[in-house]
């Protein structure tokens, strides 16, 4: 049996992720943390900036 566990973030990097989430497409977020969460699949970079993907969008929820 395969057991999913939710990928950890840290709390600052978990702020991080809902920054751009609520400021995209210029959120001010330290470039460690983007690096962090697009290697996860939570954060996309598209032509309009960084964009929070549905798994990213999800990982949010679930922390509520």
Do not use: C, Q, W
């Not at 992720?17 to 470039?31: D, G, K, Q, R, Y």
């Not at 549905?54 to 949010?60: A, P, Q, S, Y």
């Amino acid at each position: 049996m395969t057991v999913h566990a939710p990928k950890l973030l840290t709390p600052e990097e978990f702020a991080s992720l809902i920054e751009v989430a609520v400021s995209s497409p210029n959120p001010t977020i330290p470039a460690s943390h983007l690096t962090k969460l697009i290697s996860l699949g939570y954060v996309v970079v598209t032509a309009k900036g960084p964009v929070v993907t549905g798994d990213g969008l999800i990982r949010i929820t679930e922390s509520e």
